[in-house]
């Protein structure tokens, strides 16, 4: 008569555990990764329509003004000095005249809004033209 020896397999062995754990932590921080990138983009895409926002603005703010009045101003400004800005910190802004044509009832005004994005300095520009009323 030959005795008969059950082996119960129904667990995992060390080893297998090991392996899945290295595999479930190696996909889980790739998915905490993306979620961070995805984060930092959003924040950048925010700060980036954030400056074109407050370039729209200012060109709707010189839009008011009487031609003469509407002037140059190659040094930037921030624009958490002035008053209807002053939660915009770290945003700054040029603006450009061209009045090259040939007439003196035109000129091309530029807004260009700077701001930073880590160590980087971006930019977003937005141009129009003015008309002697």
């Known amino acids: 008569m030959k005795l008969a ?4 397999d129904s667990g995992l062995t060390l080893l297998e555990v090991l392996i899945s754990f290295v595999v479930l932590t190696t996909t889980l921080f790739a998915v905490m990764n993306s ?4 984060a930092r983009r959003n924040i950048d895409t925010g700060r980036h329509q954030t400056a074109l926002a407050l370039a729209q603005s200012k060109l709707e703010e010189l839009k008011n003004e009487t031609y003469n009045n509407v002037v140059e101003i190659t040094t930037p400004v921030q624009f958490s000095s002035e008053s209807d800005y002053f939660c915009f910190c770290g945003f700054t802004y040029t603006i450009s005249i061209d009045d090259s044509s040939f007439d003196e009832l035109n000129k091309t005004v530029t807004v260009v809004v700077f701001y930073k994005e880590g160590d980087t300095t971006k930019q977003v520009a937005l141009t129009t033209g003015f008309t002697k009323r």
């Open 5 to 8: 020896i059950k082996i119960d």
């Open 35 to 38: 979620f961070a990138l995805a």
